[in-house]
């Protein structure tokens, strides 16, 4: 019962499977319709204003000592959150996305495929004309656990593509402590492992993109597809 609650960013196939066949029925059909309504552009409108690890914190852990390479290490945390938050679907640190649909689902309840669902900061329906209207924010209920945002009252756009806009602010918290200790410490392991190989990855030699400890850490968060 407890996996058909999770949001999207912490579906995982192994919680599924264990599921009797009604329930793995009800979770699949909830992920088909997740897909319909997924299938829609988003825009980073705001990224975070902090990542999961501080310069220092990393160089800490990477036994980096001088301030040479404090450039190449921000950047790689910065790639390395961005990475799992890719592989996970989940905003580690709080941000705002606009998701744009072309019409309201048939079921009422929008699924937009990233979370941790926070607040829904805006949205808007345009005309025929390109002419935007805003819509009372207040009418939509966010279901956090399901990753869902439904209503009964909806504006209907006036133009056939890209009618509506959601801007969603989604993410575990404001702060890195709000982070999941587990991806917290894959982001961490993926710089150390994008580090210590930048010598290789810089002459053209292969090295695994995500080893395979990090693909474990990440696995119960990761999305799959059923």
């Known amino acids: 019962m407890g996996a058909i609650a999770l949001p999207v960013c912490q579906l995982d196939t192994r919680q599924i499977s264990s599921l009797p066949a009604g329930e793995v029925e009800q979770v699949n059909r909830r992920t088909h319709q997740s897909r319909e309504s997924t299938n829609m552009p988003s825009i980073l409108l705001t990224g975070p204003a902090i990542e999961p690890w501080s310069v220092e914190e990393a160089k800490s852990f990477l036994r980096a000592e001088n301030d040479d390479d404090d450039a190449v290490i921000a950047s790689l945390i910065a790639a390395a959150r961005s990475h799992v938050e890719a592989m996970t679907r989940c905003a580690l640190i709080a941000q705002t996305w606009r998701f744009v649909l072309d019409q309201w689902p048939k079921d009422g309840r929008i699924r937009p495929g ?20 805003p819509v009372d924010a207040g009418t939509f209920v966010l279901d956090k656990a399901a990753g869902v945002i439904a209503s009964s009252v909806w504006v209907f756009p006036g133009r056939a593509s890209a009618g509506i806009e959601l801007d969603i602010e989604i993410g575990f918290g404001d702060a890195a402590s709000d982070v999941p200790d587990v991806l917290r410490h894959a982001v961490r392991t993926l710089v150390a492992h994008w580090y210590e190989n930048r010598g290789l990855i810089a002459i053209g030699q292969s090295v695994a993109m995500m080893p395979a400890s990090v693909s474990a850490m990440i696995a119960s968060y990761r999305v799959h597809a059923l």
Not at 115 to 123: K, N, S, Y
Request: proline residues 5%; charged residues 10%.
């Open 114 to 133: 990233r979370g941790p669902l926070q607040t829904l900061a805006a949205a808007r329906v345009y005309n025929s004309a390109g002419i935007a209207t």
